[in-house]
């Protein structure tokens, strides 16, 4: 997802406290980072945010890291941040193919919302869900591995099925229609809310993995 170019873009990333530019050196020291022994948790393709703040805020005693490979987009989300005060929450620009240089067995939880479908046959390695990305995550999970995906692209969710199946994950929850479901203390993406104004159903999936 890209955006124009926002006014003072490079001023606003310069200055802000959320974002983390030199994520490298904390590879294996996040909770060091954070000060404390709190489970992190990693939105991979967070767009302007909306998503992992409000969790941020509901959620204090769990640490939140987004990544997003756009400045356009995760400017955004600095934005939103300017007059909040959130110890838990930290923000990467980078692309999700370099996640095995931030982290080492110290994520606890994944969010893949409204990911890239890549509705290309020959592309199916770039998607979030495939082979090659839940391999990297084997890498970068602390423990039991917990991923919760959000999607409109039925392509992506039979495929997102399909794939974590194979590779071990079991479906803890599951809904064709998120938000006609019992599915409790859901928070909305940007993208989510368009495509409820619109009627577009959502399908919601959690599925883990013990080792």
Known sequence: MRLRNVKNKDQIINN????????????????????????????????KGDFIIENAK????????????????????????????LNNLKLIRIDAKMLGNLFFQEIDRIYL??????????????????????????DIFKKDKVICIKTDNTSLFEFSLESLTQYGYFIDKVSLDLHNSDVKDN????????????????????CKKND
């Open 58 to 85: 509901r959620y204090p005693n769990v640490n939140f890291i987004g990544i997003e490979k756009y400045d356009s987009v995760i400017v955004r989300a600095l934005q939103k941040l300017e007059n909040e005060n």
């Open 16 to 47: 802000s406290n959320y974002l983390v530019n030199n994520p490298k050196e904390y590879k294996g020291k996040w909770q060091v980072f954070f000060a404390n022994d709190n489970p992190i948790y990693l939105e991979i393709g967070m767009g």
């Open 187 to 206: 928070i909305m993406t940007e993208y989510e809310k368009k495509f409820v104004e619109n009627n577009i159903k959502i399908y919601f999936l959690v």
């Open 113 to 138: 919302n409204f990911s890239d479908p890549w509705p290309k046959k020959r592309h199916s390695e770039r998607r979030l869900t495939s082979y090659t990305f839940l391999n990297k995550y084997d």
